[in-house]
T-cell receptor
Framework: GQSLEQPSEVTAVEGAIVQINCTYQ??????LSWYQQHDGGAPTFLSY????GLEETGRFSSFLSRSDSYGYLLLQELQMKDSASYFC?????????FGGGTRLMVKP | NAGVTQTPKFQVLKTGQSMTLQCAQD?????MSWYRQDPGMGLRLIHY???????DQGEVPNGYNVSRSTTEDFPLRLLSAAPSQTSVYFC????????????FGPGTRLTVL
């Protein structure tokens, strides 16, 4: 089976940088994804890493180390609208398994 | 494109009742899936489908059935509702596989009394 660990909550101030870590255990690993979910909303896709290294998309970056079974999401220049839950997810075979989510609170 | 649509938005059932949650997508996606999300938790995969006529079980399939007679539709049936099935249900679709970007519907909030 698959299991993912991420912190349950992170707090940061507007304009700061925050890193949300994710460690995983899985068989047949294909890649690591990140999704954002605002309260009451549906998850939306942020990024996907299949290979080791850093992927940058605007203020968001995602990193993967396959040898360490570890990845992180980096959010820069935090804005109030970034307050949301962030989920890492692993693809293994035809299944996508999500972590428990990290609730990010951005304070003024 | 409407994307992924789900009906109903809200539903209250009594224990033992059955019902079908509807999910449809108009993006010609092959891969569709159903998740449930309990308060403060992540999403858990119930069932998924890699194409019309093909379905498979996810992590938590007990108490749920699915079918995929067309590419567009992927209904989820609760056979005999239990309070433990109180949750928010999300349907998602992607182009071909689980590795592709998943597009989620708005969710159905289900309460079982």
């Amino acid at each position: 089976g698959q299991s993912l660990e991420q912190p349950s909550e992170v707090t940061a101030v507007e304009g700061a940088i925050v890193q949300i870590n994710c460690t995983y255990q899985t068989s047949g690993f294909y890649g690591l994804s990140w999704y954002q979910q605002h309260d009451g909303g549906a998850p939306t896709f942020l990024s996907y890493n299949a290979l080791d290294g850093l992927e940058e998309t605007g203020r968001f970056s995602s990193f993967l180390s396959r040898s360490d079974s570890y990845g992180y999401l980096l959010l820069q220049e935090l804005q109030m609208k970034d307050s949301a839950s962030y989920f890492c997810a692993v693809q293994a075979g035809n299944m996508l398994t999500f972590g428990g989510g990290t609730r990010l609170m951005v304070k003024p | 494109n409407a994307g992924v649509t789900q009906t109903p938005k809200f539903q209250v059932l009594k224990t033992g009742q059955s019902m079908t949650l509807q999910c449809a997508q108009d993006m010609n996606h092959e891969y569709m899936s159903w998740y449930r999300q309990d308060p403060g938790m992540g999403l858990r995969l119930i069932h998924y489908s890699v194409g019309a006529g093909i379905t498979d079980q996810g992590e938590v399939p007990n108490g749920y059935n699915v079918s995929r007679s067309t590419t567009e539709d992927f209904p989820l049936r609760l056979l005999s509702a239990a309070p433990s099935q109180t949750s928010v249900y999300f349907c998602a679709s992607s182009l071909q596989e689980s590795t592709d970007t998943q597009y989620f519907g708005p969710g159905t909030r289900l309460t079982v009394l």
